[in-house]
C-alpha cells in the first residue's frame, strides 16, 4: 500500500521552502536580509531588503507585512519581526540616513551594486541586478519616450522608479498639495513620519522624475490632453474617497468621511469636532481615523486649556465581533491601549439629529452574523436589541471608492466593468486602449501596500515591452554551497519573538504625530534575526553514502524524517524514472527510502552531526538572477 507521495526537489521546490520571499509580491528576499542582520552585515541586509522595493523605508514601518503571515517560525511559535527588522536597516543606510538625503541613494546603491555578488542578493526584480545588466548593455534603456502618471501613491511611486531606470521620461501628476498619495495624506503621522515619505520621494525623483502637485485631472487639464503630451499614461489613482452610508441621517451636521478627516488632520487643517466622536468601521482606515481622533481632541484641549484626565470620547463601532475584525491585531491591542472604547457587533441604523440638524447620537442595532453560509456578505440584525451612542460627530470608515470622473469610457476607448472600475488586465495593467494603464487598487482592488508598489513595477515592465518589443526576463541558475561548519545561534528555536519597542501610551495621545513604534537595538535586531530558520539551508543526502543506520531519524527533534519501504512512495514519472535508473535489477520492494517533511524542519542540523557517513550535507541554496531582454 502506498502510504507517500513525494517530488524530486528542483529550482522552483527549492525557492517554495522561501515561503516568505514567496508571499512577498514583490519577492524581496526576506530571509537574506534577516540571516544577513544575524550575521552582522547590516549593509548587506538593507541592499536585500531595498532591492526590489524601491519603498523600502516606509515598508519598514506600514508594510501589511504578507512574509510574516507566511513565515514557517509562525508554524513552531511566532513568525520573525521581519518589518521591524527591514526598519532596522533602513535607519542605518535608507534615504533616511543619507546626508544629503534620499538624493545620494542612487549613487551610494550603483556603487553597492558592482560590490556585492549577485547570489548575495537574490530576486528576479531586484535592483542591483538591474543596474548590472543596464550598465552591462544586456537591458538596453529606452530613448524618446514619455509616460504620464496619474497618482503618486505607492503604484505611482514604483512605476516612476522603474520606469526612469529604464530611461523613460516620466511626469506624475497628483491632485493633492504632496508627493505620496494616501501615505502622505491617509496614513497618520504617528505611524509614518513625514520625513521617511519625503526622502523616499526625493530618490525617485532624482532619477529624473517631474511631479506636478496640485494638479487635480479633469479640472486643470483634461484626461486627453494628457495623453496627447505623453506616449502613455497610468492611472494609478487609489480609493481616495470614503463611502457614505444609506441609512437616515447621514446628511446631518457633524458627518464626515473618514479618509477625508485623515487628509485633513495630515495637511494641518483638521476639522474641529466635539468632545465625543463615534467611528464607524472595523478595518485598519477605522483605528487609523479613531486613534487620530484621540491625538486630535488632546491637541484641541491643550490649547484651549480645557484639557484634564480623559478628555475626549472616541467610540469605534464594527458591525463584526471581535473575532472578525478585519483591522490587524496590533491596531485593535494600541487602539485598546489608548482609550478607543470598541464596540463590537453593531451595525448602524440611523445618524440622529438634532432641531438645528446638528449629529446628536447614532442608533445601531446588534449584529447577529455578518456572513451569510457562503460567507458572502449577508449581516442578519437583532431588532429588538437597539444601542443608543450620544456624540457630536460621526466619522465614517466603512470603505473607500474612486473617483474617474476625468474619464468618459466612449471618448476614451475604455472598457469599464460592471462596479464602474476600469477594466485591465490585473497583471500588466493593459486597457483597451493600447496607451492607457493602469495600476494599484484601481487594477486589482484594494490590497496592502506592498501589492501597489508591485503592480505599478509590472506596469514599468509591460511599458517597456510594449516601446520595445522585448520583454525584461531573468536567467535563474539553480546553486547549492555546502557550508562547512554550519552552526545556528545558540538555543535560537527557544527565542521568543523581540517585538519593536513602544511609546508610552500617556506620551503618544499628546500629538497626532507623537510615534508608536519604536525602533529595535543592534542587540534586539541581531537576537530576532536568529530566529529565523534559514529556509534556504537545506539538507542534501547522498544515497552513495547512507547505509540506512537510523541516526538521523533518531536524532531529528522535529521528527521530519522516516524510514520506510521504497514500494511505499509515489510520485511523479520522473520519481520513478530516477528510482529505476537508480536501482537497476535491484528489487525495489527490498529497498528503503529516507523521507523528509521539509514543513518540519527548523534547519538545526543535527542530522548531519550525527550521520557517520557524511551523507548529509547543509548546503545553502541560491540562484543567480541575470535580468535580460528577450523578443515577444
Known sequence: ??????????????????????????????????????????????????????????????????????????????????????????????????????????????RSAARYAPRECQDREELLPMLRSLTEG??????????????????????????????????????????????????????????VIQREVEVILSLGVKAVTGCCVGRDVSFPELRSRHDAVVIAVGAKRSRRLPIPGVDAEGVLGGVEFLRDVSLGRPPRLGRRVVVIGGGNVAYDVGRTVLRQISLDAARTALRREGVGEVHLCSLESLEEMPADDIEILEGDEEGVIRRNSLGPKEILKDESGKVRGVRFHHCLRVYDENRRFGPLFDENRITEIPCDNVLLAVGQTYDLSFLDAERDGLRMTERGTIACDPTTG???????????DLAHGPKLLIHAVASGKAVA???????????????????????????????YEKIPRIDPPKCDVDQRIVSHQAPVEMNLSEEEA????????????NTIFDGERCVLCGGCVEVCPESCLRIVPLEWVDGPPRLHEVLANYLGEYPADEASAILKDETLCIRCGLCAERCPNGAITMERFCFEVIPECLAV
Not at 430 to 440: F, K
Not at 467 to 487: C, D, K, M, N, W
Open 1 to 110: 500500500m502506498i502510504s507517500h507521495f513525494t517530488i524530486l526537489p528542483d529550482i522552483h521546490f527549492w525557492k517554495s521552502q522561501i515561503k516568505c520571499q514567496e508571499a512577498c509580491p514583490v519577492h524581496t528576499d526576506a530571509r537574506g536580509y534577516v540571516r544577513a542582520i544575524a550575521l552582522g552585515r547590516d549593509e548587506l541586509a538593507y541592499l536585500i531588503a531595498r532591492g526590489p522595493n524601491p519603498l523600502a523605508s516606509i515598508c519598514g514601518r506600514v508594510c501589511g507585512a504578507p512574509c510574516e503571515t507566511a513565515c514557517r517560525r509562525g508554524d513552531y511559535d511566532a513568525p520573525v519581526a521581519i518589518r521591524a527588522l527591514k526598519r532596522y536597516v533602513c535607519e542605518q543606510f535608507g534615504p533616511e540616513a543619507q546626508a544629503e538625503g534620499g538624493k545620494s541613494l542612487v549613487e551610494y546603491l550603483k
Open 430 to 440: 493593459e486597457t483597451s486602449a493600447p496607451d492607457v494603464y493602469v495600476a494599484g
Open 138 to 195: 544586456r537591458v538596453t534603456p529606452v530613448s524618446g519616450k514619455s509616460v504620464g502618471i496619474i497618482g503618486s501613491g505607492p503604484a505611482g511611486l514604483a512605476c516612476a522608479h522603474d520606469l526612469a531606470l529604464l530611461g523613460f521620461a516620466v511626469t506624475i501628476y497628483e491632485m493633492e498639495p504632496v508627493l505620496a498619495g494616501m501615505l502622505a495624506v491617509g496614513v497618520p503621522e504617528y505611524r509614518l513620519p513625514r520625513s
Open 461 to 491: 515592465r509591460s511599458l517597456y515591452r510594449h516601446f520595445t518589443g522585448r520583454a525584461i526576463t531573468s536567467r535563474e541558475v539553480e546553486l547549492h554551497f555546502p557550508q562547512a561548519q554550519y552552526a545556528r545561534e545558540k538555543d
Open 526 to 537: 541581531r537576537r530576532e534575526a536568529g530566529r529565523c530558520l534559514d529556509c534556504g539551508i
